[in-house]
């Protein structure tokens, strides 16, 4: 590679690949990107554009930036908000990160540490609204990782730092460890080599299971497992609580965060980026953190480095009710010799921190990046495939389900790097699986590069508190306590969702806290009104009185589009419903 910059290697892998994809796939063309490679041309489906991407990730370029389009197909354009107004303009930040989902707020909380100006925004209503609450919740312990890839790195880094992040933060979090069961005992003997490598070179514990060692740990355990490996490292907490609580803690360090705020443009000049426009003003900051998720492309491409490409990738969940929760203990799936080679873990089943039981995910591509829907065949393929591993487990029991979408590269490999064309850039793209439990690490990998690109001497911030002012959750107090916390404030033994046991006092909490919730599905991140078995049936209309009450004027389930309420009568009910 050293000789790319002087054309000589890179031109010849150039003109070999060009032969390759011509008999490959015929149509499209490769061109020289810097170090990079990108693609263009046209193909009739959306999986042989991402296989032809794939397929020039073998060629040894840094990275393929894949303008393959599909035939008559038009990308939607970005969703953005409809607010347009003055509040940032003029700001001068030292650091702006764009991006609220787990790793944006973790890299803000981050640079708090910090005698900084940070400013965070984010397109939607709220933190987490994307990959960062769609998804398993699993602190992955890093065995599905390659070794030598970034992915298999800061997994195991981000993996050890959970515990005080999460006692630090009042976030629930359990190691209750996961598991890969396997079928045929050929393959047990043979994965015992293959993971028994991968334990060592990545430094992740793990132990065999016989099958009498497996029924003991789960009896209700389905008998096609003929035994297991276990990774007692794995964790499991709540994807969208620990967002907020990083951005809750981030605020109360002085971050500034800007939600219902789309980047549209950058203005660079001699290498470096001299202004961020957005619908709400123009920014000047000195450095920008891209955390952007599926849209990491589009930012790095705004400041002229698009060296890379996201192809998104959509996965689906089902939920289960809480009574299915005892049946099984630890994370697990079943896999065979292909899951071991393959670029996504399989989805599997795993008692969520809550209580409930989470089903999947699948794992397909699709050229949506904002594409939440669900379609029954993919959950239909996903029920099919998980609940026979666990006796006792039905259809019956699953109250919701959800997608997300995830954002690869080609490479199928993190980006956390300072920008190598632009002086005050630095990327954290590319962030899939596993993007939770790595995100300490990858915070923490972000700040030391900003703070280095900031340069001079940049001391510690000296009121910086890594604990969060969190408001009690009632389900999770003693008897004796909550009836401390009653007396003082009678509103916390008032119930409104009866399913969850969640109270007015925590509902208003949630509103008036660092980052008020501000819609019913914020509320549902902060404190899980309408994640119980009926799904909202009764408390969404108590939730929507607190929110009026506290003086949200447009009552919306996930903000602006999702209005629940078109006005108010007020003093004309009476003339709407006249007496007889």
Not at 264 to 272: I, K, Q
């Amino acid at each position: 590679m050293a000789n790319c910059a002087f054309g000589v290697i890179c031109t010849k892998k150039l003109g070999s690949l060009q032969n390759l994809l011509a008999r490959k796939y015929p149509g499209v063309e490769c061109f020289e990107f810097g170090d990079s490679v990108r693609l263009e041309g046209t193909l009739g489906d959306w999986e042989t554009i991402v296989r032809c991407g794939k397929f020039a990730a073998k060629a040894g370029f840094r990275a393929v930036i894949n303008d393959v389009s599909l035939k008559d197909f038009t990308p939607p354009p970005m969703r953005t908000p409809p607010v347009k107004d003055n509040a940032l303009q003029g700001l001068t930040p030292d650091v702006l990160i764009i991006g609220g989902g787990v790793i944006g707020c973790s890299i803000a909380r981050e640079l708090s540490r910090w005698q900084l100006s940070v400013l965070l925004v984010d397109k939607e209503d709220d933190v987490a609204m994307h990959a960062s609450s769609r998804n398993d919740g699993m602190i992955h312990p890093g065995i599905a990782s390659h070794p030598g890839t970034l992915r298999g790195e800061y997994n195991v880094r981000g993996n050890a730092m959970y515990d005080q992040i999460c006692k630090d933060l009042s976030v629930p979090f359990e190691r209750w460890g996961s598991l890969i069961l396997y079928h045929e005992r050929w393959f047990g003997i043979s994965a015992r080599f293959f993971l028994g490598y991968r334990s060592k070179a990545l430094g992740v514990p793990g132990r065999h299971l016989n099958r009498r060692r497996l029924e003991a740990l789960e009896p209700n355990i389905t008998k096609e497992a003929n035994g297991a490996f276990e990774y007692p490292t794995s964790g499991i907490l709540s994807p969208y609580k620990l967002t907020v609580a990083l951005a809750e803690n981030a605020v109360e360090n002085d971050v500034q965060i800007s939600l219902n705020t789309v980047v549209t443009g950058m203005d660079v000049e001699h290498g470096a980026i001299t202004a961020v426009h957005t619908n709400r003003g123009t920014v000047r900051p000195r450095v920008i953190a891209n955390a952007a998720g599926c849209f990491c492309d589009t930012v790095a491409g705004m400041a002229g480095d698009r060296f890379f490409s996201i192809h998104p990738r959509k996965g689906e969940c089902c939920i289960l009710d809480k009574n299915a929760g005892p049946l099984s203990q630890r994370s697990m799936g079943l896999i065979g010799l292909a899951a071991a080679f393959s670029t996504s873990k399989g989805g599997g089943i795993m008692r969520t921190i809550d209580g409930n039981v989470l089903v999947g995910p699948d794992a397909y591509e699709q050229p949506l990046r904002e594409d939440f829907s669900t379609n029954r065949e993919n959950l239909d393929a996903v029920m099919n495939k998980h609940l026979q591993l666990i006796n006792g487990f039905n259809r019956s029991q699953v109250i919701a389900y959800f997608a997300g979408v995830r954002a690869p590269t080609y490479e199928e490999d993190f980006i956390i790097e300072g920008s190598r064309r632009v002086q005050n850039l630095i990327h954290a793209a590319g962030i899939q699986s596993p993007g939770l439990a790595s995100a300490p690490a990858i915070a923490d990998e972000i700040t030391k590069l900003t703070l280095s690109r900031i340069g001079g001497k940049i001391l510690p911030n000296p009121r910086f508190n890594p604990v969060r002012n969190a408001s009690p959750a009632m389900a999770k107090l003693s008897l004796k306590e909550k009836q401390e916390l009653i007396a003082k404030n009678p509103e916390y033994g008032v119930v409104v969702c009866r399913c969850e046991g969640i109270s007015k006092g925590e509902i208003r909490a949630a509103v008036r806290s660092p980052l008020p919730a501000t819609s019913l599905d914020a509320v549902k991140r902060r404190v899980r009104p309408g994640m119980g078995r009926c799904q909202g049936g009764f408390c969404t209309p108590l939730v929507a009185e607190l929110l009026q009450e506290e003086g949200v004027e447009s009552i919306t389930k996930k903000g602006a589009g999702s209005e629940l309420f078109v006005g108010s009568l007020g003093d004309k009910a009476t003339e709407v419903y006249p007496d007889d």
